[in-house]
């Protein structure tokens, strides 16, 4: 008897215990259904490696490229070109179009003068599109515009000679010597603010820039250079208002010497005190500039893209008597008429090295003429 109740017990738990794994299934079975979709494990390709910079990496970097710092607000031509989007706008609107009448010509001449790209250009430009449009070569509206785009990045690129144009910022100096870039150009072109905009873009590259303040003429003007050299973490050498702009250059440089900076960027004034002829004074600078230890590898003739033609004729003076090495076009954001890019190069004969795109630190970009033509005739 009790062996049968031991059985019956035994029978018993065996069923319970039965009932219960079923339970506990079934319960797993609806508790995968209501699982939210955040459980699921992140595929192992979503997470991004690790930085593996090197020190010889950002070495090499640091002295192979000037600006090359790839900032992610960096600027594009496309953004910031509004004026001169709009007068090419008219252009643009020619695609698509098959066939292509006198209208079409004369647009484009009246879009190319209207845009500072000055009379003798913009006659070759229209003479080039009209040969090929005779020649039967041209498709419609969008041949007329990739005829356009290949002449403009042409002239933008290669000087009349056939020699291409040489965009690089040099700091090739003799052993023991620093770089010295000297910046020339009038008042209120963004003398300053182009060398404040260096500086911080050349210090967060890794090299020690040394700023000379040789704008004696405006206190603001150095005053303006210490807060950007003061943002930047570089250091700047400056003189009384009124003093002689070529000695502040001299120490700058010898500082720069003593302190082992790798790069000396010095302003200049486009007005003086004195009666001293700006020019001069100028070519006075530049002599110093280049006295031991300094070494001017770049004189960059500043000019400001909404001067138009004036600005050119201006920048001629400075530039010949400076031995200009290129040119700085700023504010070619805002109200400028992008076309004076290509008259600068056309009558200055000088490349076009670095363009301001606004006021902040990230606005100088290295001119990039494929960037630039596209940013005009793209829709
Ligand atoms: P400097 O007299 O040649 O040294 O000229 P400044 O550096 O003092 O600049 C004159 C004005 O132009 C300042 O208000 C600058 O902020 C402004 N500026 C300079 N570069 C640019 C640029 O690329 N774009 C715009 N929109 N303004 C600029």
Do not use: C
Not at 87 to 95: A, I, Q
Not at 135 to 149: N, P, V
Not at 240 to 267: K, M, N, Q, T, Y
């Amino acid at each position: 008897m009790n062996a049968a109740l031991l059985v019956l017990v035994v029978l018993a738990i065996a069923v319970l215990a039965a009932i219960v794994v079923l339970l506990v299934r079934a319960r797993r079975a609806v508790g995968s259904l209501e699982e939210p979709p955040s459980t699921i494990a992140p595929s192992p390709v979503a997470v991004p490696p690790e930085p593996t910079t090197s020190v010889e990496d950002s070495e090499e970097s640091a002295a192979t490229s000037l600006l090359d710092v790839d900032l992610d607000t960096e600027p594009t031509y496309r953004e910031r070109l509004g004026r001169s989007r709009g007068l090419f706008g008219t252009l643009r609107s020619l695609r698509g179009r098959r066939s292509l009448d006198a209208d079409a010509l004369s647009e484009l001449e009246d879009v190319l003068l209207r845009s500072d790209v000055g009379v003798a250009t913009t006659e070759a430009l229209v003479a080039s599109v009209r040969r090929a449009a005779e020649e039967g070569t041209l498709d419609g509206g969008d041949g007329l515009l990739e005829a356009l785009r290949t002449d403009l990045i042409s002239i933008l690129t290669v000087d009349p000679a056939g020699i291409p144009i040489d965009r690089h910022l040099s700091t090739a100096v003799r052993d023991g010597h620093v770089p010295v870039w000297l910046f020339v150009g009038v008042n209120g072109v963004g003398k300053t603010t182009t060398i404040g905009k260096l500086a911080a873009r050349e210090s967060a590259a890794g090299r020690r820039v040394l700023l000379a303040a040789g704008d004696t003429f405006r206190a603001a003007a150095a005053d303006q250079l210490a807060m950007w050299a003061e943002r930047a973490g570089s250091e700047i050498v400056r003189g009384a208002e009124g003093g002689d702009p070529s000695s502040v250059v001299f120490d700058a440089i010898a500082a720069a010497g003593a302190r082992g900076a790798d790069l000396v960027l010095a302003d200049t004034a486009g007005r003086l005190h004195t009666k001293v002829n700006l020019i001069e004074e100028l070519k006075k600078i530049r002599r110093v500039a280049d006295r031991e230890p300094g070494e001017v590898t770049e004189v960059l003739l500043v000019l400001d893209a909404t001067t138009g033609q004036n600005g050119i004729t201006q920048a001629r003076l400075f530039g010949e008597a400076v031995d200009a090495t290129g040119v700085v076009l700023t504010k070619l954001d805002g109200t400028a008429r992008g076309g004076v890019v290509i008259a600068i190069q056309r009558e200055l004969g000088l490349p076009v090295k670095l363009v301001g795109l606004g006021e902040q630190a990230d606005d100088l970009v290295i001119f990039d003429p494929v960037s630039f033509v596209d940013a005009l005739l793209e829709a």
